[in-house]
Every structure is written in structure tokens, then in C-alpha cells.
């Protein structure tokens, strides 16, 4: 069975930093794209970053660029994304999804990816 598992989301105030982590279990990491999507409420979920599987492509939105970076171990199934310089309006529900290889013109489709995790919280706030 295929599952996505997100970690590492919280409270954190202006200015700190995040670590999200996504476990991956039921399939091989390296055959996939991996994208980090966030969904704050009232919005449409949005596409955030996206690393290939041999990890020398990655993608950012570019609200994040400079700010957040993504990252992925194959051997452990999981894939990363650190989070610094946070904003309010970085506060949103964060999901890690996977799917075939990406581009730079799609890599932010939501209807690329097979499968979704349940989502971490992250608030950003004082």
C-alpha cells in the first residue's frame, strides 16, 4: 500500500525555521517526483517545491525561493523541506505527493501526482 506521511510541521514565530519531512513507504522513492504543495484557508492548494528523483532538479515556487529547500534520501525513502526566514503567509496546511518526472512548465500541477499525503500544519505567528 502506498503511503505519504508529512512530519514536522508546528508553531514556529516570524523569522524561524521548519524541517518537514515526508516518508514514503509502499513504493520506491527514487522512480518518483516529489512536490511539497501548502493550502492555507480560503486558497487553493499550491505548489511549493518539487524535487526529480536523482535529485539534481528541484523546483520553487517563487514566493520560497531563497527561503526554503528541498531535499531527498532514496535509501531512506524520505525527502525534506527546510524551512527558513518563515512568514505569516508561509502559514498554511503542508502536503508532500508523488509522482512521475516533472518539468519546469508542471511540476506545479496538482493533478500530476498519484498520491497525497494527510497534510502538516504549520502556523507562522508571534
Known amino acids: 500500500q502506498v503511503q505519504l506521511v508529512e512530519s514536522g510541521g508546528g508553531l514556529v514565530q516570524p523569522g524561524g525555521s521548519l524541517r518537514l519531512s515526508c516518508a514514503a513507504s509502499g513504493f520506491a522513492l527514487d522512480y518518483a517526483a516529489i512536490g511539497w504543495f501548502r493550502q492555507a484557508p480560503g486558497k487553493e492548494r499550491e505548489g511549493v517545491s518539487c524535487?526529480?528523483?536523482?535529485?539534481?532538479?528541484?523546483y520553487y515556487a517563487d514566493s520560497v525561493k531563497g527561503r526554503f529547500t528541498i531535499s531527498r534520501d532514496n535509501a531512506k525513502n524520505m525527502v525534506y523541506l527546510q524551512m527558513n526566514s518563515l512568514k505569516p503567509e508561509d502559514t498554511a496546511v503542508y502536503y508532500c505527493?508523488?509522482?512521475?518526472?516533472?518539468?519546469?512548465?508542471?511540476?506545479?500541477?496538482?493533478?500530476?501526482?498519484?498520491?497525497w499525503g494527510q497534510g502538516t500544519q504549520v502556523t507562522v505567528s508571534s
Open positions: 524535487i526529480m528523483s536523482s535529485a539534481r532538479r528541484t
Open positions: 505527493a508523488a509522482g512521475p518526472p516533472a518539468s519546469a512548465s508542471n511540476w506545479y500541477a496538482r493533478d500530476l501526482y498519484n498520491f
